[in-house]
T-cell receptor, first 112, second 110 residues
Framework: DSGVTQTPKHLITATGQRVTLRCSPR?????VYWYQQSLDQGLQFLIQ???????AKGNILERFSAQQFPDLHSELNLSSLELGDSALYFC???????????FGPGTRLTVL | SQQGEEDPQALSIQEGENATMNCSYK?????LQWYRQNSGRGLVHLIL?????REKHSGRLRVTLDTSKKSSSLLITASRAADTASYFC??????????FGTGTRLQVFP
């Protein structure tokens, strides 16, 4: 158990809909990262937050957004969903004393 | 885009044998990390090796890093059926985000 939690585990929705994925980092970790794992793109970095502020952006679509709240949990919002957004979405967290990112169990999103 | 390419893409061995998987990357790195993923589940961190290190051990795992060749290898000794998983290398370019390789699927037969 990495200490990073993600909800929900599974999400099935329809095209055009909007969903919110939630992540709670390990206790005390200020950095939160979001990654997407799909069959065709592999594991891709989406976005990073540090103590509430956006720190880095990767291959994140404009339809996607994220935020980190004062209690350090983070949410990834995916809107106008398309079939191609079906993937595993991972959250990871990192503390200041380590370079290791600890991953949560992921949310499997299926868009029908 | 993928930073790392892993080789082989798939590997099948018997329990007790050693498994070696390789990772090549394109640009200078801060560190390189190896992760394991059991079928469709979360990523488990295995080991981190810094750019100024050449070899690191953790239990049955041995990781080497050759920055001149931009490559790393992960050796799992005396493999067990429970080692069956996908293994990914991930490079940290000192930008704080990880760039993952394509992964090696390891199957260990009892």
């Amino acid at each position: 158990d990495s200490g990073v939690t993600q909800t929900p585990k599974h999400l099935i929705t329809a095209t055009g809909q909007r969903v919110t994925l939630r992540c709670s980092p390990r206790s005390g970790d200020l950095s939160v990262y979001w990654y997407q794992q799909s069959l065709d793109q592999g594991l891709q970095f989406l976005i990073q937050y540090y103590n509430g502020e956006e720190r880095a952006k990767g291959n994140i679509l404009e339809r996607f957004s994220a935020q980190q709240f004062p209690d350090l949990h983070s949410e990834l919002n995916l809107s106008s969903l398309e079939l191609g957004d079906s993937a595993l979405y991972f959250c990871a967290s990192r503390g200041g004393s380590t370079d290791t990112q600890y991953f949560g169990p992921g949310t499997r999103l299926t868009v029908l | 885009s993928q930073q790392g390419e892993e080789d082989p893409q798939a590997l099948s061995i018997q329990e007790g044998e050693n498994a070696t998987m390789n990772c090549s990357y394109k640009t200078s790195i801060n560190n390189l990390q190896w992760y394991r993923q059991n079928s469709g589940r979360g990523l488990v961190h295995l080991i981190l090796i810094r750019s100024n290190e050449r070899e690191k051990h953790s239990g049955r795992l041995r990781v080497t890093l050759d920055t001149s060749k931009k490559s790393s290898s992960l050796l799992i000794t005396a493999s067990r059926a429970a080692d069956t998983a996908s293994y990914f290398c991930a490079t940290d370019l000192n930008t704080d985000k990880l760039i993952f390789g394509t992964g090696t699927r390891l199957q260990v037969f009892p």
